[in-house]
């Protein structure tokens, strides 16, 4: 295993010069696993699989809830987009082999929970940008690095199951090769996980308020609603990587596809008493039921070629890359609703909504690194991305009456489903969106042996074409092009062999999201209020700084201490539309008391915060057979809107973890746990304010090695029934808002059980 000490800087494809790997190194790991020491200039901690790996994650977004500052917004055992610092996913910048990846999402974020663990070779929590890299990184980025070729020699194989609380078993399957063919070396990996989340959801409603009455919610109880809500599917996953290095020369294939089936099943109940679950109304106490079904098909794959080639002018690389994205959804509601009048029968409706997205990008990257002296270097290029994003969202409806005899417990409301009428696409739900990138970049290196520093320039020069077919034929073509200027720099001064300050300063950017630039109206979707997308919107841009510290222990232990600051320029936010006229608000598609908004780049912005990490064996006390590892983050920010200041939207005011690890090296055995905890959240849009609090997460793992190629390891996760709580505030509209005249008040709560598997590796 590397110690830290011994960790040498990765290229941007996540490959260092080091030693390779045996299967036997992966398999039967009898070390402790630290924190990595990296030798850039930029401020990057690296993460190992020995770091994660014995608490068994089955996904990237699993092996990111041990690493500082990472907070998940998901429902609970579920930890799919990334918060770095706690801001929004959008301000994250996901990268795979050092590459952005296209994803579902409209607000640019990739669901990490889509990348098994077990293709991954290290993580990286870049906390700064780089002239290197594109500036989409207001927070900071994740990059994932996969296994390749000169990272593994012989193979292993992965088994094992796990079971949930409702008595589900999942199956986990993994087969990892690398080894030399040919002029280069092969690493092929192939993975099947089942994925399985039950979870119980209780929701407590209480209707319109008296004005200026904030606490009205125990005077007026509206509904309770009790959900069942099932995730269950299956993830297919390959990746390669051929690499020839001939010294001078180097050539470099990779590539990965994973593939996702997954059903959502959600069943709830609506009572008109907090606590009575008798029959329909006017009978009982249930006032609906509904039945709700979601089938979702996802693949999401990459390849990209990469040469490089030293010779006397310098080194040039060329990198060419293609990714794509595809989901197909198909959702299905159906609810009967017992809320009528006496001698009516229930009424019945259903609704189809079809998602059909497809992301891909093609990406060329070259650059050219030029020797100035002994200790320095200059290096430029440019990079051209080409990327076009089709979204269409269909809907159907259907309608009928139900039965006045119904027993919710033997009968579904899909016994009255028929046949949907042809598909119509929903507001802003039928376009196509196309960006052009062409970037440049310059930045120069130096490296006196104390001090590593690197400063530099980035130039990107985005084009953005949408045609939106939802809207009248003169609104259809919309285009907006952008500049964006981003120097960065940043230091690694060493003041000893042990001590050393690392700081960084850098300009950044995030661009908007894609639901907010087709020139769409989206109806009631503010409150009662009307959306309309503004296809001008510009990205906003921040200047940040980090200024940390680390400190070696032993042999491969680190604690380190880092401050960071981020002023947000140009905050998109919703502003309400004018009549150009009367100079009036304008009046939305519900009438009086309805508006339309629109976002435009109006706000400012800032983040700040402390982030401490500690990874270390107990040696110096004379147990170089424990492990302690642990960090905290303490989170805050500043926006001001119309209805004053809070934080940016759901960033959790703190998040740690800690654990520890215990080796037996003679018996081959090992124990270790892990507890984490991240603080309370809370979001203000117009019409709406969500609190989010979360229960703590306890992880435990047993581990018995046989031999050296053996090892079989019992997990397990979610032990203290992991708890989602949230709060939400609604109102018909801004005004309302600002008078606290609620519309609803809403408690919900969710919770799932532990989760228990059994994984074996052994080594060939």
Do not use: C
């Not at 099932?230 to 390959?238: A, E, I, L, M, V």
């Not at 084009?463 to 919309?478: A, C, F, G, S, W």
């Amino acid at each position: 295993m590397a110690h830290a000490e011994d960790v040498v800087p990765a290229d941007e494809a996540g490959r260092t010069d080091g030693p390779i790997v045996t299967s036997k190194d992966i398999v039967v790991n009898g070390g402790i696993g630290f924190r990595d020491r990296t030798d850039t200039p930029e401020p990057v901690l690296k993460y190992g699989t020995d770091y994660f790996q014995r608490f068994e994650p089955l996904t990237a977004g699993d092996a990111l809830k041990r690493v500082p500052s990472v907070t998940f917004l998901s429902d609970v055992i579920e930890s799919d987009a990334p918060r770095l610092r706690g801001l929004p996913p959008g301000y994250t910048q996901i990268l795979i082999n050092g590459e952005r990846v296209p994803g579902a999402s409209a607000d640019r974020s990739f669901f990490l929970d889509r990348i098994p663990a077990e293709l991954i070779s290290s993580v990286e929590i870049v906390r700064s940008s780089s002239a290197r890299r594109t500036g989409d990184a207001v927070a900071g980025s994740l990059n994932i690095n996969l296994r390749d070729g000169y990272e593994l020699d012989g193979g292993y194989i992965r088994a094992g199951g796990l079971r949930y609380n409702d008595k589900e078993l999942e199956p986990s399957l993994g087969l990892v090769w690398g080894g030399k063919v040919g002029p280069g070396r092969l690493l092929l990996g192939a993975n099947l996980q089942g994925r399985h989340n039950p979870k119980k959801k209780e929701s407590l409603r209480y209707g319109d308020s008296p004005e200026n009455n904030p606490d009205y919610a125990t005077d007026d109880f509206d509904n309770r609603e009790d959900q069942t809500d099932t995730r269950d599917g299956k993830d297919y996953s390959f990746n390669g990587t051929y690499e020839i290095d001939a010294g001078s020369t180097n050539f470099k294939l990779s590539g990965f596809y994973v593939k996702t089936d997954r059903t959502e099943t959600e069943r709830s109940f609506e009572y008109d008493d907090a606590t009575a679950t008798t029959g329909p109304v006017p009978v009982g106490n249930l006032l609906s039921d509904n039945a709700n079904v979601a089938k979702i098909d996802q693949e999401n794959y990459t390849i990209d070629g990469k040469l490089t080639q030293e010779w006397s002018a310098g080194k040039t690389s060329v990198r060419v890359g293609y990714a794509k994205f595809i989901e197909d959804r198909r959702e299905t509601e159906y609810e009967i609703g017992f809320d009528v009048d006496a001698g009516d029968l229930p009424e019945f409706q259903g609704a189809l909504t079809t998602n059909d997205i497809k992301d891909q990008e093609f990406s060329v990257k070259l650059e050219h690194e030029i020797p100035l002296n002994d200790t320095m270097k200059f290096v430029f290029g440019g990079y051209y991305q080409d990327k076009t994003r089709r979204t269409g969202i269909f809907e159907a409806e259907q309608e009928g009456t139900g039965s006045v005899t119904w027993d919710q417990f033997k009968r579904n409301p899909t016994e009255l489903a028929g046949e949907f009428e042809e598909t119509e696409p929903s507001d802003g739900g039928d376009n196509r969106i196309k960006e052009k990138r062409r970037d440049a970049f310059a930045l120069v290196e130096g490296d006196s042996g104390m001090l590593k520093w690197e400063a530099g320039l980035r130039y990107e020069h985005t084009k953005v074409r949408i045609n939106d077919y939802t809207v009248d034929p003169e609104l259809q073509n919309q285009k907006n092009d952008y500049d964006a200027f981003l120097p960065s720099a940043s230091f690694k001064l060493s003041l000893t062999p042990s001590d050393r300050i690392i700081g960084s300063v850098a300009r950044t950017l995030r661009r908007p999201e894609f639901n907010y630039i087709t020139p769409a109206i989206f109806e009631e979707a503010v409150g009662d209020s009307d959306l309309l997308g503004n296809p001008k919107l510009d990205p906003e841009k921040a200047w940040g700084f980090d200024l940390g510290y680390e400190h070696r222990m032993g042999t491969g232990g680190i604690v380190g201490v880092n401050f960071f600051y981020r002023k947000v320029k140009d905050l998109i936010e919703l502003t309400t539309l004018l009549d150009p006229i009367t100079g009036e608000p304008l009046e939305g598609s519900e009438g009086e008391g309805a508006f339309v908004y629109q976002p435009q780049n109006v706000g400012d912005g800032k983040v700040y915060g402390v982030e401490f990490d500690l990874s270390s064996d107990l040696g110096f006390i004379g147990l170089p057979d424990t492990g302690i590892f642990g960090n905290v983050s303490w989170l805050d920010s500043e926006v001001k809107d119309v209805l004053g200041k809070r934080r940016f939207n759901d960033q959790s005011k703190y998040v740690y973890n800690f654990g520890f690890i215990q080796n037996f090296p003679q018996a081959g055995a090992a124990f270790g746990a892990t507890y984490r905890k991240q603080g309370s959240a809370f979001g203000r849009v117009i019409a709406e304010e969500v609190t989010t609090r979360y229960g703590a997460d306890l992880e435990v793992f047993v581990e018995k090695r046989f031999g050296k190629t053996f090892t079989i390891r019992a997990v397990g996760s979610n032990l203290l029934n992991g708890k989602k709580r949230e709060t939400f505030n609604k109102f018909d509209n801004l005004e309302d808002q600002m008078d606290r005249n609620f519309d609803e008040y809403e408690l919900e709560s969710e919770k799932a059980g532990p989760v228990f598997q059994i994984m074996a590796r052994y080594a060939f």
